[in-house]
C-alpha cells in the first residue's frame, strides 16, 4: 500500500471533534481577563473546569471569579451519537445565567446549540459543532471587543455597566455577526434553539 | 465546654449508601480494595469515579473484567431544592450500566432517585440516599453483602424446583424480613 493511501485510510478512521466556539467578552477588561485563555484547547471527555483556580483548565483572570466556577461536562443523551454538554455552577456566591435562566451554586442545565452565558462581568457564547468522537472535544477561543448579549431596551436601564450582574439578559439584539447572527430575541426563540438542537443531532 | 456552646451549628450530611454484591467477592477478592463501613465525606463538586483504576478512581474493583473508569456518580442540585441529588454516568465504552430497569450506555446519564438497583456485568450495588442539610458536602457509605441483592437471584439452584412451577414461601430469601410459619420450615 502506497504512503498517499495509507494516509488517506487512517484520516477516514479518525473521527472528528466536536468544536465548541467560544467567544468571550468583559466590559471593562476587555482581552486582558483572558490573558490565560490559548486560542485552541483540546480536553477529554471529563469536565472542563472554568475559573480563577491554578488547575481550572479554561483560567480566567478576575479576582470575583470562583476557583471553580462552573464546569462544561460532556455526555451523551440516549439514543444521541454527538456529544451533549451540561454546565453546572461550582461556585457559591455568584450566579451563572445560562441563556436567560438563573442557576446557583449546584445547579446545572443543559446547553442547546447556541448559548449565551454570562457569570461575574464575563459573557460568554458558545456554538457547538458536533463531531462524531466521543474521546475529546476542542475549545476554539474568540475576544470579543463588543457586547455579546444585550438588552434591547437599553434606555432604559440607569447603569449601563451592571446590567449583566444584577438583572437577566432577557434577549438578544444586534449581535457581533457570524457566530449568534441567527438568533432573534425572545423567549421562544430560546426554546426553538434547543428544539433545533435536538433536531440536528437525531438526524 | 465554652467551645461547644459557641461553636457553630452543625448541618446534617447527605449520605449515600451503597450495599454490593459480587458472586465471586470471597473467590476473587474483587472488593479488597475498599473499606466497608468507613464513611467517607466528599466535597460537593466532586466526581466520584467508580472503577479498576486505582490512579482515577476513589473505589477500586480488583477485577480485570471492570473498566478501567466503570462510572462516576455526582452530586447536583435541582432548581429551587434545598438537598442534594445525585446523578450516575456510565464511563465503560464495553458495558452497559443498569440502573434499575433503564440501560445506560457509554457517556449516558440519569438521576438517581432515593432508592435503586444499579448493575453491571455480575456487579450490583443498592443506592439508598438519607438526606442531610449540607450542601457543601456529602458521604458516602459502603456496605458489602453477603446475599445477592436481586429477588431473581435469590433462588438458590440447588434446591428443587416444583412440577407446577410455583414457588412455596420458604423458598425465597430476601434481604428483609418476612413473617413464616416456623411450621413450613
Not at chain 2, 438537598?83 to 440501560?103: A, G, H, P, W, Y
Not at chain 2, 412455596?168 to 413464616?180: A, D, F, G, N, V
Amino acid at each position: 500500500m502506497s504512503d498517499v493511501s495509507r494516509q488517506s485510510r487512517i484520516s477516514s478512521m479518525e473521527r472528528s471533534l466536536t468544536v465548541l466556539q467560544v467567544s468571550l467578552y468583559h466590559p471593562t477588561l476587555g482581552s486582558a481577563a483572558f490573558a490565560n485563555v490559548p486560542r485552541q484547547l483540546q480536553h477529554d471527555i471529563s469536565r472542563l473546569l472554568v475559573g480563577r483556580g491554578q488547575d481550572a483548565h479554561l483560567r480566567l483572570q478576575l479576582p470575583q471569579l470562583s476557583r471553580h466556577h462552573l464546569s462544561l461536562e460532556p455526555y451523551l443523551e440516549k439514543g444521541h451519537t454527538l456529544l451533549a454538554f451540561c454546565l453546572k455552577v461550582l461556585s457559591r456566591k455568584s450566579c451563572v445565567w445560562v441563556n436567560g435562566l438563573p442557576l446557583r451554586y449546584l445547579e446545572q442545565a443543559p446547553l442547546s446549540t447556541t448559548n449565551r452565558i454570562s457569570f461575574s462581568g464575563i459573557q460568554m457564547a458558545v456554538h457547538i459543532e458536533g463531531g462524531a468522537s466521543l474521546e475529546a472535544f476542542v475549545c476554539s477561543f474568540h475576544f470579543s471587543p463588543s457586547p455579546l448579549i444585550y438588552r434591547p431596551k437599553a434606555e432604559e436601564t440607569d447603569e449601563w455597566e451592571n446590567i449583566f450582574e444584577e438583572e437577566p439578559p432577557q434577549a438578544l439584539g444586534e449581535l457581533t455577526p457570524g457566530l449568534l447572527g441567527s438568533l432573534h430575541g425572545s423567549s421562544q426563540t430560546q426554546t426553538a434553539v434547543s428544539s433545533q438542537a435536538l433536531e440536528e443531532d437525531q438526524k | 465546654m465554652s467551645n461547644f456552646e459557641d461553636a457553630d451549628t452543625e448541618e446534617t450530611v447527605t449520605c449515600l449508601q451503597m450495599t454490593v454484591y459480587h458472586p465471586g467477592q470471597l473467590q476473587r477478592g474483587v472488593f479488597q480494595s475498599i473499606r466497608f463501613y468507613n464513611r467517607e465525606k466528599f466535597s460537593s463538586i466532586e466526581v466520584l469515579k467508580f472503577g479498576r483504576n486505582s490512579n482515577i478512581c476513589h473505589y477500586t474493583f480488583q477485577d480485570k473484567q471492570v473498566s478501567r473508569v466503570q462510572f462516576a456518580l455526582q452530586p447536583f442540585k435541582q432548581v429551587n431544592s434545598s438537598v442534594l441529588s445525585f446523578e450516575i454516568k456510565n464511563m465503560s465504552k464495553k458495558t452497559s450500566l443498569i440502573v434499575d430497569n433503564q440501560e445506560l450506555g457509554y457517556l449516558n446519564k440519569i438521576d438517581l432517585p432515593y432508592r435503586c438497583m444499579v448493575r453491571f456485568g455480575e456487579y450490583q450495588f443498592l443506592l439508598e440516599k438519607e438526606d442531610g442539610e449540607s450542601v457543601d458536602s456529602f458521604e458516602t457509605q459502603l456496605i458489602l453483602s453477603s446475599r445477592p441483592l436481586l429477588q431473581e437471584n435469590n433462588w438458590p439452584p440447588q434446591n428443587p424446583i416444583p412440577e407446577d412451577g410455583g414457588y412455596s414461601s420458604y423458598l425465597t430469601e430476601s434481604i428483609s424480613p418476612t413473617e413464616m410459619d416456623e411450621n413450613e420450615l
